[in-house]
Nanobody, 117 residues
Framework: QVQLVESGGGLVQAGGSLRLSCAASTTIFSIFGMGWYRQAPGKQRELVAQITSGDTTRYADSVKGRFTISRDNANNTVYLQMNSLKPEDTAVYYC???????????WGQGTQVTVSS
């Protein structure tokens, strides 16, 4: 079982920046593909960004050029740097981990990001 703990959410004005962190309780972090998802009120959870165990990244069109996902395998942590934030980025952001060996999937508890206009 892998536990994921997100941090770094909060309230920010439009145009501002936040960095989310997700720490994983595993000694084999490097085998996990990691992702950030978000869910706004009344909407479905959607993919924001992914990074594979080989450091290949993928982004939702809505965040390309503004958000950057990265990982630190030595510290079992994945980050989401969010710049030029918009009110429509307001959501609960969830960290996701998926093993490339067993395909087991884990979720964090979520962290709230609120962008004021």
């Amino acid at each position: 079982q892998v536990q994921l703990v997100e941090s770094g959410g909060g309230l920010v004005q439009a145009g501002g920046s936040l960095r989310l962190s997700c720490a994983a309780s595993t000694t084999i972090f490097s085998i996990f593909g990691m992702g950030w998802y978000r869910q706004a009120p009344g909407k479905q959870r959607e993919l924001v960004a992914q990074i594979t165990s080989g450091d290949t990244t993928r982004y939702a069109d809505s965040v390309k050029g503004r958000f950057t996902i990265s990982r630190d395998n030595a510290n079992n942590t994945v980050y989401l740097q969010m710049n030029s934030l918009k009110p429509e980025d307001t959501a609960v952001y969830y960290c996701n981990a998926r093993s490339r060996i067993t395909y087991a999937t884990y979720w964090g508890q979520g962290t709230q990001v609120t962008v004021s206009s």
